[in-house]
């Protein structure tokens, strides 16, 4: 599948413009291994070294819908991987900041090289099962790995109103935060790495 028909296949499925305009603006090549960038736009999920990969467009594609970013936010990403969920969130959010954090040092030392050009990510090396309260809190945080139950911690580290997307079990789960009830939804479906507490 060529760059263009994945653009299009994304659009099919009515993405936000914005989010495919992202996807239209980062070459998802620079971020998977040499031997797989024939594949670089199937929509499909591919290793990145490490035992860990990059997830499916269109998994990411959704979980950025259910994000709602906006320009100006402080966004987490948790097991920020080869780095390319961030720099689709740093088309969503040109004038906010954006962290990884990613437990792998050489997953996250690569990321970094790929991504020292956009000057509002940051990404650090570290255990992100707890999130990276230094910088909390955030509008938005996002966990492109699963974990077993809703991470509790992370949810601590949002702003009132601030929304977490993460892969729960075999789903994704979408909270937004309340001053009283948090209000949560479910999509079931999905399949991702484990995250991974040090």
């Keep these: 599948m060529k760059k263009e028909e994945l ?7 009515k993405f936000p413009e914005r989010i495919i305009r992202a ?14 960038k024939r594949f670089s736009y199937e929509d499909i999920a591919l290793p990145i070294g490490e035992g860990q990969t990059i997830s499916q ?3 990411i594609a959704f979980m ?13 990403e948790v097991g920020s991987g080869s780095g390319y969920v961030l720099e689709l969130l740093s088309k969503l959010n040109p004038n906010g900041k954006i962290f990884g954090i990613e437990r792998i040092k050489k997953l996250a030392e690569s990321s970094k090289e790929k991504l020292k050009n956009c ?3 940051k990404v650090i090396c570290g255990d992100g099962s707890k999130g990276f309260k230094r910088n909390a809190p955030y509008d938005r945080i996002l966990t492109s790995a699963a974990a077993n139950k809703i991470p509790q911690k992370l949810i ?12 729960v079990m075999g789903s994704i789960i979408v909270v937004k935060k309340d001053r009283k009830k948090n209000k949560v939804r479910e999509f079931p479906g999905f399949r991702f790495v484990p995250l991974i507490a040090e």
Excluded: C, H
């Design 57 to 59: 467009p269109y998994t």
């Design 119 to 121: 000057k509002n990510i």
């Design 7 to 13: 653009i299009k296949s994304l659009k099919n499925q």
């Design 64 to 76: 950025l819908a259910l994000l709602e970013v906006k320009d100006k936010q402080k966004i987490l």
């Design 156 to 167: 601590e580290q949002l702003i009132i109103w601030g929304i977490l997307v993460a892969p």
């Design 23 to 36: 996807f239209e603006e980062v070459n998802r090549s620079k971020f998977v291994l040499k031997r797989e």
